[in-house]
Every structure is written in C-alpha cells, then in structure tokens.
C-alpha cells in the first residue's frame, strides 16, 4: 500500500444506509453492514427499491471469477438440525415482520426464512410460473391475471385464499396506512386512489374471478409488470389473521411482531425483541417440509463476528461487511460466496420536504443550503471514493458511476463518467458559484459572505464507520466547506432513518444506500409521490422520463433504453442524490452446510426445503 494510503487510513469515514428501497418493487433490500434500506421486488422502490424490465445476465459470470456462487457439500447430512443466522449489527432490529410495513434490510433478511412472496424469478429477475402464483398479461386492456395453486396453506394451516392477494392492496391503498408503498405505482391500480381518499370501499380495479384467480385492471401497462412493477404486489398478507385489525394499529399488532403466519419454508416461534428469531420448519410449506428442523437468526455485532464464525458459532453471516474479510480471508471452516449486489450507497441532498398530508414531494430548491447544483456538483467530485474501497473493503466495493447496479446488465451504462475525484474541478465549480474564502481562513463562506456550515447525517457502523466519516469530512474541507455532523456524531441505524425520512431541519446533506430489489424502475425512489425520494427532488422533466421508463411505449426496448439513459444523464447533471459505491455480498458459510446457494438464479431462499447439515455443531476453523 503506497504512502498516501497509510496516510489515509487514520482519516476514513463510513457512510452508506440501505435503505430499501423497501417495498415490493424495489424494496428494502437486503440487511447490510452499512445500513441499507431496500426496497423489494415491485416498488421498494425497486424494494424498493428494491428492485427490478428487464435486466439480461446477473452478471454471475464475473462474480464467480472472485468467489463461488454455491456450495454442496458432499458430507451426509444428520436428521434436522437448526441453521443459525449471524445477522452482523450492532444495533436491535425492528422487528416489523410484514412485507407491508417493514422499512429496513434487516427485517427483510429475517423474512426471507419465512417469506410471503407469491412468485419467483429467472435470471433476468422476471417473474415466472414456478412460484404460488403466476401472471398473465393483457396488454391490450391493461388487466393482469393472477393464478394461485391449489392447495396451498399458511403456517397455521388456513387455506391461501384470493382475499389474502387482495389484503396488501387494501392495507397500503388505506387512508390509515402508517408505511411507505402508497405511490405512483400503486396508484396506477384503478380505484386505488378513490380508496386512498375515502371514495370508495374498496379498489374497483381488483376483481375476484374465482377461487384461484384474481383480475387486476390498470390504468397502463409497462415491461415493469414483469419484474413485479407497475402497482403489481409481490406478497400475501394473511386476511384470516388481519383484516378486522385497524389499519392505523396494524404495525403494532401481534400478528405483525409477535406471532405472524408464513407461505414461506419456515415460520416464527419465538422473538426477542431486537436480538433473535427463532424458526421452525412449516410442515404445510408448498413444496414439501423441510429438511431441517429450524432456523436461528441471532444479531451479532460487527466487533465479534469474526471471532464467532472461526468458532464455528453459526452457519451463515449476512449484512456481512466486506471490511472483516482480512478477518477471516484464513479460516478453514468456511467458505466465502460472493456476488455482485443489487445495490448502491449515495451522498443524498435535502432540496425540499414531503408533504406527508398530499403524499406529494415538494421541492425547494431556494430554500434549500444545497440548492445551488455547482455545490452539490463539487461536494461529489471531492469525495476520494476510490481510496475507501481500496483501503477499507480491499476493492470489493467500487465507485459507482451510475444509480442503476450493473447486475442489471441491460440497462447499466458503463459509459457513463459519474463523479470521479477531483478537487481541483470541485474548488472550481464552488468559485464560479460564489462560494469563496472571504476571510481567508481557508473555509469558503456562503454567497453573500456569511458563514457557511453543512449538516452531514451519517449512520454509525462498525469500527471503520468513524474513520470513513472523518475521511469524508477532510475531502470536503480540503475545498474549503465546512461540513459537519449532524447531532456532532454518527446516528443509530433506525434513529438516522426516523431523521431523514421526517426531513429533519438539522440534515442538509446524508449518506444513505439502496437495496433495490429486481425491478430496476426508479419511479418507487424518485418520483414525486414516492416517500422514499429522500432528497425530496422533482421536475417536470423527471417526472416525465419516470413515466416514459414505465410506459406503454417502454414495451419497445430500444425506447426504454434510450428512457433509461437520459433519467441516469439527467440525475448526473442534476445531482440531487450521488451514487457513491457498488458493493461486492459476501456471505460466509460453515462447512457443515449442505446446498447452499447466492446465485440470483438459485438462492437458497428459493429453495430452503433442501438445505442440510453433515455434523450436530459448527465446524471450527484450525488457524
């Protein structure tokens, strides 16, 4: 490591949030070791975020030439047996288990031992007919099909009605509704915003054909309804055990903390609050029960996580940050899988508020510290990116150039420059805006020569998070800002997420990240009806190329694609929010483990019927 580096290390600084995106379109994403909301698979925001038309190969084949996808194990596996979880955090989790409701990557990890998702996807991320439920799609009149199997039940043994598909819509559509999802996806369900508005009973757009079939009616139709968008839910809610619950109270309720029922391989037995979730195998899971007898999900804070899986203590880590790897790079009781992740961390500017009353981003640009484009132009040039990855994550994250994720190969565009460090070019574009050194202390003062202080929120993380920080606050002071923390100190997880998403005064700028889930649509995060547009950004050109990206029109690819283009040129150019990393999961597994699997196109999640163990405890590492 050369000179400047070492002279680095004592400065670095930890950013990224995750946000998930969360929801079923770009959701909520993934836990990860910085914080990430995530959105799901059909708005959360690409969840939201997370997530996303079609994107072509995952990329798998680069990511197999760092670390494998997969591990068999050809050990015969013993009888039963609990997986144990490390979820790496150092603080509680939520604990909000309900695809509806739940806000950040962590709950998402949990759930995925117990998920409620109706479909499953290819490759390319699309949705096909191999899960509960399949879609048929009628483009010419704007309807979609949704089909369910016979004979699926819940957890408790209830049968899994056309009523549960419908309950979601009814939970977000409500007036009520304490969560993020109500958006412009959502509201592109016909008779979901005569519902929201205390119009209707019900959304006339939902229709039950039968006992396995429900009709939905949009008001237009896009690639986006292939990769779970367009309004389309992903997940069931069980109406036998929370449709007479108070909308208003729901985020509350045993039946969403305590005792929530599964579609999924495993279901909940026993919470602690914020600590652990203990799973056990659901003997009326649709694809048979499963191999074993539970699952074990315990937070494990960053500190001693290594320690604990060279010990042979769990099975699996995720949110695993990429900065343990020197931790456990030896250990031969594991294996590392690795792949490129659906997601990006970013530097976010607060331009406005949400008016939380009209569910309406309201932009002002005036009234806001980092209204002028140049300042916010020159607060991504001065950010050295390129040094964290090396020296903190051992360039297993990347400078991100765009806030599409290259996994989504068909809409990624590696041309596109980003914002690369440069504080020559930084200090340049603050003196043609006016913001100049007036008393020559070497901090620049504001255009009419008052002091300038920016307020940065940031997440506290494990113990390189206060170095990342304090490396970031240089870069920014070398081109003469004065930026400093928001509260004087890095924020708790869920306190930073409560405080950005409340638009709070003290926050002028904040480090944040993106779970985006499999739908690569951006309207769930950016839009002006999206809760999770945290810069709080909009214009009539955004607002437009939004809705060409999900048009009828975008069924042409080429046209999307050109869509794609100018929104990622237009955000550059603009720079209300700057993506900042791509990141590389890793997640170890112990060797005991059988059929475990990462691979977008074959997850473990998809398939936990099979996954075994060959020995009663965890094997240990020698060295």
């Known amino acids: 490591m050369n000179k400047k580096l070492w002279g680095l290390l004592a400065l670095l600084l930890a950013f990224m949030l995750v946000l998930a995106a969360c929801s079923s379109d770009g959701e909520e994403t993934t836990g990860t070791d910085d914080g990430t909301k995530t959105e799901e698979a059909t708005p959360e925001e690409g969840t939201e975020e997370g997530t996303e038309g079609e994107a072509e190969e995952p990329v798998a084949e680069d990511s197999d030439a760092l670390f494998p996808l997969a591990i068999e194990n050809d050990g015969e596996a013993i009888s039963g047996g609990t997986l144990k979880v490390a979820l790496s955090k150092d603080e509680p989790f939520q604990g909000i288990f ?93 008779g979901a915003v005569e519902y929201h508005d205390g119009k209707a009973d019900t959304i006339s757009g939902l229709k039950k054909i039968d006992e396995t079939t429900l009709e939905m009616s949009f008001n237009k139709l896009s690639p986006a309804i292939f990769s779970g968008g367009d309004g389309l839910w992903t997940y069931a809610e069980p109406s036998h055990m929370i449709k007479d619950i108070p909308i208003a109270e729901l985020v509350e309720s045993d039946a969403v903390r305590k005792n929530p029922v599964t579609l999924g391989a495993f279901k909940i037995d026993k919470i602690v609050p914020g600590e652990s979730v ?85 932009t002002d640009i005036e009234g806001s510290k980092t209204g002028d484009v140049k300042l916010r132009q020159a607060m991504g040039y001065a950010l050295d990116v390129e040094q964290v990855a090396e020296v903190f994550y051992n360039n297993l994250r990347e400078r991100a150039n765009s806030l599409i994720p290259p996994v989504f190969a068909s809409f990624y565009d590696a041309s596109l420059e980003g914002y690369t460090y440069d504080p020559d070019k930084a200090a340049a574009l603050l003196d043609e805006a006016g913001f100049k050194d007036v008393d020559g202390d070497g901090i620049r003062e504001d255009k009419a020569g008052k002091p300038l202080e920016i307020k940065f929120a940031t997440m506290a993380g494990d113990d390189i998070a206060e170095d990342i920080t304090q490396f970031y606050l240089q870069n920014w002071k070398d081109v003469g800002l004065n930026v400093t923390l928001t509260t004087g100190r890095t924020i708790e997880f869920n306190s930073f997420y409560d405080k950005v998403q409340a638009d709070d005064p003290e926050i002028d700028i904040f480090m944040a990240a993106w779970g985006t889930g499999t739908n690569p649509s951006p309207a769930g995060l950016y839009s002006k009806t999206a809760e999770y547009n945290f810069s709080r950004y909009s214009s009539d050109f955004l607002e437009e190329t939004l809705t060409n990206i999900d048009s009828p029109k975008a069924f042409d690819a080429d046209y999307r694609a050109k869509e794609f283009r100018a929104w990622q040129e237009y955000m550059v150019e603009q720079a209300p929010i700057i993506p900042t990393m791509y990141r590389y999961e890793l997640v170890p597994v112990n060797k005991r483990v059988k059929n475990w699997s990462i691979d977008y196109t074959n997850e473990s999640h998809s398939n936990l019927q099979d996954v075994e163990l060959v020995s009663d405890t965890g094997v240990k590492s020698s060295k």
Do not use: C
């Open 98 to 190: 309900s695809y509806v409701l739940y806000e950040d990557a962590y709950d998402d990890e949990i759930m995925k031992y117990a998920s409620n998702s109706l479909f499953e996807t290819d490759g390319d991320f699309l949705l096909t007919d191999e899960g509960i439920a399949s879609i048929e799609v009628d483009q010419d009149n704007n309807k979609v099909l949704v089909k369910i199997r016979e004979g699926v039940k819940w957890s408790d043994g209830e049968p899994l009605k056309i009523e549960d598909l419908i309950q979601p819509y009814l939970i977000i559509g409500h007036k009520d509704y304490t969560g993020v999802r109500y958006d412009v996806d959502f509201q592109n369900i016909i």
């Open 278 to 362: 203990q799973l056990v195998a659901n003997e009326h899971f649709w694809k048979g029960k499963p191999k074993l007898d539970g699952v074990l999900v315990k937070v494990v804070p960053t500190s001693s996580i290594s320690v604990a899986l060279k010990q042979g203590e769990y099975d699996v880590a995720i949110s695993f940050n990429a900065s343990k790897m020197e931790e456990i790079k030896d250990a031969d009781n594991m294996d590392v899988l690795g792949r490129q992740e659906l997601y990006y961390s970013y530097l976010g500017f607060k331009l406005g508020k949400y008016d939380y009353e009209n569910n309406v981003v309201v």
